[in-house]
Structures are given as C-alpha cells and as structure tokens.
C-alpha cells in the first residue's frame, strides 16, 4: 500500500470518528434543570448586553400580554440593552412546573437599573414564562430539541424600566 493511501485511510478513520462522536446521543439534565439554565442563561445575556444571547432562547411564536411577538420584542430589547443603562436582575423565586413538552415558570424577580442619575428603584414583581420543547440544530445540522419561551405575562407596568 501506498503512503498516500495509507494517509488517506488514517483522514477517513479519523473522519468518521469525528462524525460518530458528534451524532452520538448526548446525556441532558432533568427539564425543570434545563428550564432553570435558560433563564440563568437569558439573566446573563441581559447583564452582558448580548440581545442573541437572550433571543435563542425565545420562540418564533412568541407572544405576550403586551403585544410584543418575537421581531418586535427583539427590538425592544436592543433598544433597551443599547441604552447607557445596565441592569441587576435578581431572581428571588423561581417555581418550575412542567407538563409533557411544555412548561410554566413562575418567577418573582427584582430589576435595578443603573443610569447616568443612579440607580432606579428596585422593581419587584411576578413574571410568568411558558415554555415549549422546540426542535433545534446542534453543531448546525444535528437534530436536538431546546426549551424556548412562547409566552410571557405579568409585564405590564415594568415598560418604564427600558426608556
């Protein structure tokens, strides 16, 4: 056998084992673990500023009590992370129940914001997140599924925290 043969066999022994450990099955936490990391996740995109970080984790259907869907809600929220202000968003209590492929998280949250005139005063309220098990592409063309928020309520009088 030649070594440029040899050499190609070595790139298609190594190739198919890349392939093979990307398609394997991964291990996932429990749902109401993996709920409790997307919102931990959405948390620190908003801390950083990073509005595709909060974003992946929302559907494309969307809605809310205040008539955002996913387009016009991505735009409230680069508008408000393009702001001067910065955000401290604490979670004080985060119930998760989940049913099937969806999910309910209840959330009583404080948000602090931080401008050129000092901090706002702490907004404590209830949030309410519905959840829906959607499918996504790991690694681009890997099927898997992710937890994406579909609803929101309880956002009504928070809007002033944004202008």
Not at 54 to 80: E, I
């Amino acid at each position: 056998m030649k070594p440029s043969t040899k050499i190609m066999l070595a790139i298609l022994i190594l190739l198919a084992a890349v392939v093979f450990w990307l398609l394997r099955p991964q291990a996932k936490p429990p749902d109401e673990q993996q709920i409790r990391a997307v919102l931990e996740e959405g948390r620190q995109a908003v801390l950083k500023k990073n509005v595709q970080g909060c974003m992946q984790h929302v559907s494309r259907d969307y809605q809310d009590d205040m008539g955002f869907r996913f387009d016009s809600l991505r735009l409230a929220l680069a508008h408000a992370l393009r702001s001067e202000k910065e955000y401290d968003i604490v979670f004080n209590r985060v119930d998760v129940s989940v049913q099937g492929e969806t999910a309910t998280a209840d959330l009583n949250l404080t948000i602090v914001a931080h401008g050129q005139g000092g901090a706002s005063q702490p907004r404590t309220g209830s949030l309410t997140l519905t959840f829906q098990r959607e499918e996504k592409r790991r690694h681009f063309f890997i099927p898997d599924t992710a937890w994406r928020v579909t609803r929101a309520s309880g956002l009504t009088g928070w809007g002033d925290l944004v202008e």
